[in-house]
């Protein structure tokens, strides 16, 4: 019942921008390119300037890295065997690698092991977004373009930028005007909405014949099973907690992560395909998920 009252809402959030886009047929790329260039850089601003790291994030930042990095190769040979283009082997990579693990991962965490299970997820959440920052817009754009102009358009991207700015006030301990603080938050916190009602807009341009449920199904299986049972594997090197070992693998149990379907549009790397993989994965999870949280428990 509480994982219903978590994720329903998400699935009313979606319906809004199918509705709308239905009705209306409003530009995709122009809000995306305001929620890419002023929602989610604030977003980073405040969560970097805001939330204070520790010790324990080490373990996690290496289990995260090398799972990043498993699942890519996963993908590639997925991708190879599907005999995908540069651009079809991206998406992939973007549905598979990153997970949801903020405003989908981070109230389930909350729900399964409490206050102390949530903080970590608070800390796993703050480094996806550094990978997904780095890593999510260099995979998008490398589909069309040459590795150099790959990692230029990861220069271009002020989220970073935001990132790097939000961490080094907060080590240098400067101080700043809560109306600022709140100002950031404020437009931040609309990132996480507008890309969920994007993909509600998305979903609305794709007919069940533009599916390519073959891909989905392996894409929506690599990030709901595999990932878990990789992750569950990479942290036994690791002595963890056990609560965090935990979150981490329920983390990355999460479905295909939203924020990447901005980056996909944005450099048009195969939107319809991670879009309905990004939704079938959240669909699957409302089961999938409380299956893993039954054998974590």
């Excluded at 886009?21 to 409003?26: I, L, R, T």
């Excluded at 929620?35 to 604030?42: E, H, N, Q, V």
């Excluded at 729900?111 to 995979?139: D, K, N, Q, T």
Aim: glycine share 4%.
């Amino acid at each position: 019942m509480v994982l219903l009252e978590i994720v329903l809402p998400a699935f009313l959030i979606f319906l809004s921008g199918y509705l709308v886009q239905k009705k209306f047929q409003v530009s995709i790329r122009s809000i995306s390119v305001i929620s890419l260039y002023i929602m989610l850089p604030a977003l980073s601003f405040h969560t970097f300037f805001t939330i204070k790291l520790n010790m324990q994030i080490l373990y996690a930042a290496a289990v995260s890295l090398l799972l990043m990095f498993a699942l890519m190769v996963i993908a590639r040979i997925v991708s190879r065997l599907l005999r995908y283009d540069a651009a079809g082997e991206s998406s992939m990579m973007l549905v598979t690698v990153f997970m949801n693990s903020g405003n989908y991962g981070a109230p389930i965490v909350l729900f399964a092991f409490g206050r102390p299970g949530f903080e970590f997820a608070v800390l796993i959440m703050v480094f996806h977004l550094i990978l997904m920052s780095i890593f999510g817009v260099y995979l998008a754009s490398r589909g069309k373009q040459s590795a150099s102009t790959s990692f230029k358009n990861i220069l271009k991207m002020p989220s970073v930028y935001a990132m790097v700015l939000g961490l080094l006030l907060q080590t240098l301990h400067v101080e700043m005007p809560d109306s600022f603080l709140q100002a950031f938050d404020l437009v931040g916190q609309a990132s996480v909405p507008t890309v969920m009602i994007l993909l509600g807009m998305q979903l609305a341009e794709l007919t069940l014949k533009d599916f390519d449920w073959k891909a989905i199904w392996l894409g929506t299986a690599i990030r709901l099973v595999i990932s878990p049972l990789l992750t569950w594997g990479i942290c036994l090197l690791f002595p963890l907690q056990s609560l965090l070992q935990n979150v981490l693998i329920l983390t990355a149990a999460m479905p295909s992560a939203v924020t990447v379907l901005m980056y996909a549009i944005e450099f048009d790397a195969k939107p319809q395909f991670v879009s309905s993989t990004t939704f079938v994965s959240t669909v699957v999870s409302f089961f999938s998920i409380a299956m893993v949280v039954f054998f974590l428990r």
